[in-house]
């Protein structure tokens, strides 16, 4: 790192170019966005102190995904914070990467040193032309270009007291144990935080220092519970139920508070009241004996309470250590690390270096050093173990960009802790190693094999060896997906020499564009890349980061339509396939991929701070299909309809009005205008389908085809009369609000609100909101030209006739969903469509008639589908009383946004790729692999060895997911059970290849004598009514059998090769 200077007032800085900064702001501009992008970040530049924050601006189009995961107060407090970073190799670049990225005041970084070629192993902001360059001053342009709203400025000069006290935060990285007790006395009395991390080789370690008092404001970041109330008892320990629709949630210790109780109102919006749970629906709140009687209702909410944390400093914590646990399955390894750290320092104080790799000689020395330093401690680490030890000595000298994204990950996020409050710290120490990642057999590491090479590979070869470097340059992988995963398990590629050689390849697809809300994760890119594709940029970024690199760039999506592109010769060729993917159906058809290909998978997924890695390991694991998560929970139709109690279900029913107003009649009108056989397709469907199709074309074409845009005004108008009058007066009027049901309890209670129906008011901003969003919505349907004057369509509103409306007798509101589906099932009029069918114009008179479907889209904020959706669902969350959303929540939700964050994406791409060098080892042995599950909030840290391929049985023979049938074709279908009945003594009573069934017991006799005769590629084609595309070399067969006994067995598929022609 540096030198401290305690008494020094000199300093030299140096800003971020400012033709860099200003070229950022130049290409943001050019590339559509608004004057507010500029304009929001001199106001973030700005907020210089704490009294500023609430005041702070944050640009939601960029930190949207991270606004989700951190919450606007934390993300203010960001902005007022300074942080340093001292140490510009691999893990303080990644951890300035990640801070810049999430929005802080101002970077500095510090280093008094010169890059080296052996940098490069991890440090991806320099080049080999920045060899002999000080680092901090030769990769701070590269990193201002992340964030235009982050000034980054390095500074080259010792550390003194009085520079530090203008952070917020400082982060040490690569520092000696002299400068770490310096600077810790200097930022503990300060109030400053402070960070120390390193890595060695495959060994890394963590320690905070937040202050004597440090108050964390949310623990988990998790929503606050909430469940509606049955019952609250009147005792001296008052036991409160929740209805059983769903578990409360809550834990013992938790705090809450209660609304829109009636009978015992002294609880609405009281002090929150700690909890003790006695079930999943019930816990106690204590004395309840003064209070009035509970009669009915209200809701139970968890009160966040703020944590306070006494942090030791630095001196006094390293010789009484507390220790977070990173893996439980080596639990006695953190205190054996704390020794070895604290020893390396001592080492390389002794002979001004690190020991060399795999020198037997100097580990020796080292160990000695070690016993010294544990012999002098209060407390001595029992058993030491050696073995641990020499590891440790051999790989210090090794800089790993794997290890370096997972502790710059876990370093960033600390930073946002200190900065905002948000989530829990480490305390104090933190140490993961990963020595499973070495080759089973050490005794390939020689002193030679690890000697420096004068390559930028030389903190990998010093671990690995040169010899493991070439393998890594000779394998291919297929990266699926170049978004925030993509992009950083690319780098960190880039870094490891993966595909660097001759012969080697890295093959990347993603079918999407750039956007300015992937700014924030997806690191490769820049404002001046949006609207390119995704692909190509990561591809040339890391290019420019390791030029050895081989990469091809895809913009195809997987699956059955690309199988012609990623076939059978391109799987057979790769070493392995890591997805980088944001959907599940994406990574089931990948992961079947490859099964059947034999071919490793590194799966991995973040939400939030919240990450998973799994490893699929060909014949050992089992595969990411073998288990899923279960359904989300979804609305009943009639809570939707007519019963909602929460702004989750007013805004799932304003995403459906969405959808059935415009996007629906307007796809299905578009069809009747296009395809001549509309109606006979339409008509041959079952159910009520064909009369809510027509139903919709009609009103589209005829009933609510608009003229002009002052019709489109009088739609949204009436449409709002409808929605929230109409429609409610006649619930009312079904149900009034006294009702009673056949057990004599109130008809509205429990989950049931009872609604009101509202009164437009054109000077209410959100009745307004509503019709300004709907009106433009149906002129872009019809491609009237839209006004977005709010006083122009005030003017035009007043002008509408709406109808009047009385609620009427002999309507049916279904209460229950069985209710709702009977009604549907009986709901078929031939009469009704008849009628339709006579109604709707030819499609010849309608030749002038242009109209687009709209597909919903969150991310754009001038097209008035979010204003729609929000000024929706509070319009009917005030039919029901029901707490308003704000956009940013409500966007949230109706868009099903993922949250994430950078820090949560470098830590879980980090495991991804030390697993990745795990496999290029050829480990044998599942325990040496690790399945991760890890929160950076709590923290929390999970790993597991990867569970066992499940095996069946048929006769003596086992097998697993990874096992087949091996036939050869041709053969004809009657050749083809002869074969399985005279080679395994399996009756096969069912054949299918897909959804197709070729063969079955029950099949009528004469078409199962016509099949027996064929070939099997003709009765797949004949059945199927397909061809077999030319790329297909095999056929897959699923059996149904039958053993010696005639009971059913479970057997492999089958794999059925094809001739080559």
């Not at 934390?74 to 510009?88: E, P, V």
């Not at 409360?248 to 002294?266: A, K």
């Not at 890695?613 to 060909?618: A, M």
Request: hydrophobic share 40%.
């Amino acid at each position: 790192m540096s030198s401290v200077k305690a008494d020094s007032d000199f300093k030299l800085e140096h800003d971020s170019p400012p033709s860099k900064k200003r070229k950022s702001e130049i290409k943001a501009e050019s590339n559509g966005s608004s004057n507010r992008f500029l304009e929001s970040a001199d106001e973030m530049a700005q907020n210089g102190s704490a009294n500023n924050v609430q005041n702070a601006d944050i640009d939601e189009s960029l930190y949207s995904r991270q606004l989700y995961v951190l919450g606007h107060e934390a993300m203010r407090q960001m902005a007022t914070s300074d942080i340093l970073i001292s140490g510009m190799k691999g893990l303080g670049v990644e951890v300035a990467k990640n801070v810049i990225l999430g929005g802080v005041k101002s970077v500095t970084i510090h280093d008094t040193e010169n890059c080296e070629i052996s940098d490069l192993s991890s440090q991806f902001f320099l080049t080999a032309d920045d060899v002999g360059k000080n680092r901090a001053v030769a990769c701070s342009a590269r990193l201002a270009e992340l964030n235009s709203y982050v000034p980054v400025t390095a500074y080259v000069e010792p550390i003194t007291a009085e520079f530090i006290k203008k952070f917020k935060v400082v982060v040490l990285t690569n520092s000696t144990l002299e400068e770490q007790i310096q600077i810790s006395e200097m930022t503990h009395s300060s109030k400053i935080a402070l960070i120390i991390a390193d890595t060695k080789g495959l060994f890394g370690q963590i320690f905070c220092d937040f202050g004597p008092v440090f108050v964390v404001k949310d623990v988990n970041g998790e929503q606050p519970a909430s469940a509606m109330l049955a019952s609250i008892s009147k005792e001296s320990d008052g036991v409160v139920a929740c209805l059983d629709e769903a578990r409360h949630g809550l834990e013992d210790g938790d705090y809450v508070t209660f609304s829109e109780i009636e009978g015992m109102v002294e609880l609405n919006g009281c002090e929150p009241r700690k909890i003790r749970v006695l079930g999943p629906y019930t816990f106690s709140i204590g004395d309840t004996t003064m209070f009035s009687d509970y009669v009915r209702g209200g809701t139970v909410t968890q009160v966040k309470m703020p944590n306070t944390i006494n942090f030791k400093p630095f001196k006094e914590s390293i010789e009484a250590p507390e220790f977070l646990i990173s893996d439980f399955a080596k639990f006695d390894r953190p205190e054996q690390l704390h020794l070895a750290f604290e020893a390396l320092h001592e080492y390389k104080k002794q002979n001004d270096t690190l020991p060399r790799s795999r020198v037997e000689a100097d580990a020796d020395k080292f160990i000695e050093i070690v016993k010294e330093l544990n012999a002098s401690k209060a407390k001595p680490v029992e058993g030491l173990d050696e073995k641990l030890l020499r590891i440790f000595a051999y790989s210090s000298k090794g800089d790993l960009c794997p290890m370096q994204a997972v502790f710059g990950g876990i370093v960033a996020q600390e930073v946002m802790k200190a900065c905002s409050g948000k989530f829990y710290p480490i305390f104090q120490w933190f140490y993961f190693d990963a020595v499973e990642c070495l080759p089973q057999d050490e005794k390939v590491l020689s002193e030679e094999n690890c000697k420096p090479q004068q390559s930028r590979y030389d903190g990998q070869i010093a671990v690995f060896g040169h010899e493991f470097q070439k393998k890594l340059g000779l394998m291919k992988y297929f990266l699926v997906g170049a978004g925030a995963i993509g992009c950083e398990l690319l780098k960190n590629f880039a870094m490891m020499g993966l595909a660097c050689g001759d012969g080697g390849r890295i093959f990347v697809t993603d079918m999407d564009t750039i956007e300015k809300s992937n700014l924030n994760r997806q690191f490769l890119f820049r404002p001046w890349d949006v609207q390119k594709m995704k692909a190509d940029t990561a591809a040339q970024s890391v290019k420019k980061m390791n030029p050895a690199i081989n990469i091809t760039a895809h913009q195809n999506r997987v699956g059955p339509e690309t199988e012609c592109i990623y076939d059978d010769d391109f799987f057979e060729s790769l070493d392995g396939v890591a997805n980088a993917l944001d959907n599940v159906d994406a990574r089931i058809y990948m992961d079947r991929r490859c099964v059947y290909y034999h071919t490793s998978l590194l799966e991995s997924g973040t939400l939030g701070t919240k990450g998973n890695v799994q490893v699929v390991i060909p014949h050992m694991t089992e595969a990411y299909s073998s288990s899923q998560d279960p359904p989300e929970k979804s609305i009943p139709i009639c809570t939707l309809k007519n019963f909602p109690n929460a702004i989750e279900h007013t805004l799932q029913w304003a995403r459906d009005v969405f959808e059935q107003v415009f996007r629906l009649p307007a796809e299905n009108a578009a069809q009747y205008l296009a395809d001549p056989k509309f109606l006979e397709k339409t008509l041959k469907l079952p159910g009520i389908q064909p009369m809510e199709i027509l139903d919709s074309v009609k009103r589209a074409v005829v009933d609510e085809r608009p003229k002009d845009f002052f019709a489109c005004v009088e739609w949204a108008r009436i449409h709002w009369e409808q929605q929230y009058n109409n429609q409610i007066r006649q619930l009312l009027f079904n149900f009034p609000a006294d009702q009673l049901t056949n057990t004599g309890q109130k008809f509205w209670s429990g989950p049931k609100r009872c609604p009101r129906s509202l009164d437009f008011d054109v000077n209410n901003s959100l009745h307004l909101d509503y019709v300004v969003a709907a009106s433009n919505l149906k002129a872009h349907m019809y491609g009237i030209k839209e006004i977005c004057d709010r006083t122009e369509i005030a003017e035009m509103v007043s002008k509408v006739e709406v109808p009047s409306f009385t609620p009427k007798s002999g309507i049916r509101i279904a209460v229950t969903d069985a209710e709702a589906q009977s009604a549907n099932s009986n709901s078929s009029d031939s009469m009704k469509l008849e009628t339709l069918q006579s109604d709707l114009p030819s499609r010849e008179k309608l030749n002038d008639l242009r109209i687009t479907p709209i597909e919903f889209e969150k991310d754009d904020d001038t097209n008035f589908h979010m204003d729609f959706i929000v000024a929706a669902s509070n319009l009917r969350a005030e039919n029901y009383g029901i707490t308003l959303a704000d956009r940013h929540k409500s966007k949230l939700i109706a868009g099903r946004i993922i949250p994430a964050i950078a820090t949560t994406t470098s830590l879980i791409t980090g495991l991804v790729s030390l697993e990745l060098l795990k496999l290029a080892q050829g480990h044998k042995n599942t325990e040496r692999y690790k399945n991760a599950f890890v929160n950076l909030a709590l923290p929390f840290f999970g790993f597991s060895e990867p569970i066992a391929a499940a095996k069946q049985k048929y006769y003596d023979t086992e097998f697993t997911l990874w096992d087949r049938f091996e036939v050869p074709g041709e053969l004809t279908l009657e050749k083809f059970l002869d074969y399985f009945k005279t080679q395994y003594n399996l009756e096969i009573t069912m054949l299918s290849q897909g959804v197709c069934m070729l063969y079955s017991f029950f099949m009528p006799k004469d078409k199962r004598e016509e099949r027996l005769s064929l070939l099997m590629s003709d009765v797949v084609r004949k059945v199927s009514k397909k061809r077999i595309e030319p790329h297909v070399k095999a056929l897959v067969f699923e059996l149904c059998c039958n053993d010696e006994n005639g009971e059913d067995v479970e057997v492999p598929y089958v794999k059925y090769t094809l001739p080559t022609n």
